[in-house]
Each structure stands twice: as structure tokens, then as C-alpha cells.
């Protein structure tokens, strides 16, 4: 997104006006708190935000903390004014400007978005970010019930890439925890060890709420064009965080 390498992201609109997609490292880092040069992560923020046709400003991000709080938006939330949350939804009274967008950063961690429409036919948003502390927290329960609470009727979902349950290593004890929560996380590394599914985890959360979900099928310890926590640590790599984001344009 500098102009020096070429921009292989894309949003694809999934119904009338709506619009999701899941950025890679082509969009750079938009993580201000991984060591970053803040001016840099803003400018990777802005062209973002232009190709999601959401310019000025109308996406809103979020300060995660692996937890489970859904916080409502207006949109455009940001800096000082971002919620401190690991799910958003939109608030439809609120949507502005061009197109309004939610943002969800990851970097091995599930990035889950979610559309609904209302009782009025209004468009209905969210997203979450789904890690090991969120799924077992019950993360997803709460952004499905906020939708459904505001009339969200024919939820559907996308999940972004993340850790694969052939490579996401935990010891016992946690991969037991998890699994006590979500049996469909229990799972075995490629070399035999202790893992959790997280794709896995989230799609049977999904689906016990009626949600129609989409895997990705992407591991981002194993394709380096998506960011990997797990990798850059292993490898020495940079850190950085990728994105999911969903876009609404108001309707006339």
C-alpha cells in the first residue's frame, strides 16, 4: 500500500451494498501497538480504508484484549475513541458518509465478520476476534446475541485466516480447558502434539446459533502472505497485524 508493492487484497460485496474482505501483508501492518512507526501504520490505516470505499475516517476499530465484551458503535471509532472490546457491532442509526466499516486485526487469531439485515431491511454488522481466551470466553455468543438483540435476522458469517489446528501447539491442559467449552477445539499438531482448532471452534460456535459461516482454509504459520504471531517469533520476522473488515453503504 506504499506504492512500492503492489496491492493484492481485495473486498468482494456479499450482499447488495456490503461489502467483506480480509487484507494480507501487501496492506502493510495496522497495528499501532506491535513496535511499528505510527505515522506508517496510519497511512496503511487511510489506504485501507479508501479501498473499502470508507474514506474519512468511518471505519471503526477497536482495542483488543482477548476478551468477550461486544461494544454497539457509531462508526469511525478510533485513537482515544476506539472501545476497548474483541467484538463490535454497528449501530445502523449511526451509519454515515460514504460507507461505514468495522475493522477486526489479527495475526493467528481468528478474524470473524458478520452480517445480518433488520427488521426494516437495514443492513446489520459485526465482528469479532476469535483467539484461544475469546472462544473459550464465549466471544462469539456475544456478537451473535448483540446482532440478534438489535433484529438481525439471516446472520451470516466469515471467518479470515488464522492458525490451523495442525500447527496451533498448546500444552494439555489448555487444549483440555478449551475443549471442556467447544469439543470441536480439541485437536493434534501435524507432529503429534497438544492442539486447538480455532476455525473449528468458531464455526461450531456459529452454527449453534443458526449463522451460516465460511471457513477460509488459510494458516497463516504456513502462508506468509498473511501475518503470523507464531511465526514471527519463531522466524525473527517483524511483527504486524492484518485485518478483517466489512463495509455498508446507506441506503437513500
Given at each position: 500500500?506504499?506504492?512500492q508493492?503492489?496491492?493484492?487484497?481485495?473486498?468482494?460485496?456479499?450482499?447488495?451494498?456490503?461489502?467483506v474482505?480480509?487484507?494480507?501483508?501487501?496492506?502493510?501492518?495496522?497495528?499501532?501497538?506491535?513496535?511499528?512507526?505510527?505515522?506508517r501504520?496510519?497511512?496503511?490505516?487511510?489506504?485501507?480504508?479508501?479501498?473499502?470505499?470508507?474514506?474519512?475516517?468511518?471505519?471503526?476499530?477497536?482495542?483488543?484484549?482477548?476478551?468477550?465484551?461486544?461494544?454497539?458503535?457509531?462508526?469511525?471509532?478510533?485513537?482515544?475513541?476506539?472501545?476497548?472490546?474483541?467484538?463490535?457491532?454497528l449501530?445502523?442509526?449511526?451509519?454515515?458518509?460514504?460507507?461505514?466499516?468495522?475493522?477486526?486485526?489479527?495475526?493467528d487469531?481468528?478474524?470473524?465478520?458478520?452480517?445480518?439485515?433488520?427488521?426494516?431491511?437495514?443492513?446489520?454488522?459485526?465482528?469479532?476476534?476469535?483467539?484461544?481466551?475469546?472462544?473459550e470466553?464465549?466471544?462469539?455468543?456475544?456478537?451473535v446475541?448483540?446482532?440478534?438483540?438489535?433484529?438481525?435476522?439471516?446472520?451470516?458469517?466469515?471467518?479470515?485466516?488464522s492458525?490451523?489446528?495442525?500447527?496451533?501447539?498448546?500444552?494439555?491442559?489448555?487444549?483440555?480447558?478449551?475443549?471442556?467449552?467447544?469439543p470441536?477445539?480439541?485437536?493434534?499438531?501435524s507432529?503429534?502434539?497438544?492442539?486447538?482448532?480455532?476455525?473449528?471452534?468458531?464455526?461450531?460456535?456459529?452454527?449453534?446459533?443458526?449463522?451460516?459461516?465460511?471457513?477460509?482454509?488459510?494458516?497463516?504459520?504456513?502462508d506468509?502472505?498473511?501475518?503470523?504471531?507464531?511465526?514471527?517469533q519463531?522466524?525473527?520476522?517483524?511483527?504486524?497485524?492484518?485485518?478483517?473488515?466489512?463495509?455498508?453503504?446507506?441506503?437513500?
Amino acid at each position: 500500500m506504499n506504492g512500492q508493492v503492489a496491492r493484492m487484497w481485495s473486498m468482494k460485496e456479499v450482499r447488495p451494498g456490503i461489502r467483506v474482505g480480509f487484507t494480507d501483508t501487501t496492506a502493510g501492518n495496522l497495528a499501532f501497538h506491535v513496535g511499528d512507526d505510527p505515522a506508517r501504520v496510519a497511512e496503511h490505516r487511510a489506504a485501507v480504508a479508501a479501498v473499502a470505499a470508507a474514506a474519512g475516517g468511518s471505519i471503526a476499530w477497536m482495542n483488543q484484549v482477548h476478551g468477550a465484551h461486544t461494544a454497539v458503535v457509531a462508526g469511525g471509532e478510533q485513537g482515544s475513541a476506539a472501545p476497548t472490546a474483541d467484538a463490535m457491532v454497528l449501530d445502523p442509526a449511526n451509519v454515515s458518509g460514504p460507507a461505514a466499516g468495522l475493522a477486526v486485526m489479527v495475526a493467528d487469531c481468528v478474524p470473524v465478520v458478520l452480517v445480518g439485515t433488520g427488521s426494516g431491511g437495514e443492513p446489520l454488522l459485526g465482528v469479532a476476534h476469535a483467539g484461544r481466551p475469546g472462544v473459550e470466553a464465549g466471544v462469539i455468543d456475544s456478537v451473535v446475541s448483540q446482532l440478534q438483540h438489535a433484529g438481525a435476522a439471516g446472520i451470516e458469517a466469515w471467518l479470515g485466516p488464522s492458525i490451523c489446528g495442525s500447527c496451533y501447539e498448546v500444552p494439555e491442559d489448555m487444549r483440555a480447558s478449551v475443549a471442556a467449552r467447544v469439543p470441536q477445539a480439541h485437536a493434534t499438531t501435524s507432529w503429534g502434539t497438544p492442539a486447538l482448532d480455532l476455525p473449528a471452534a468458531v464455526l461450531a460456535q456459529l452454527r449453534a446459533h443458526g449463522v451460516t459461516a465460511h471457513a477460509s482454509g488459510i494458516c497463516t504459520l504456513e502462508d506468509s502472505r498473511y501475518y503470523s504471531h507464531r511465526r514471527s517469533q519463531r522466524d525473527g520476522e517483524p511483527e504486524g497485524r492484518f485485518i478483517g473488515l466489512v463495509t455498508a453503504t446507506p441506503r437513500p
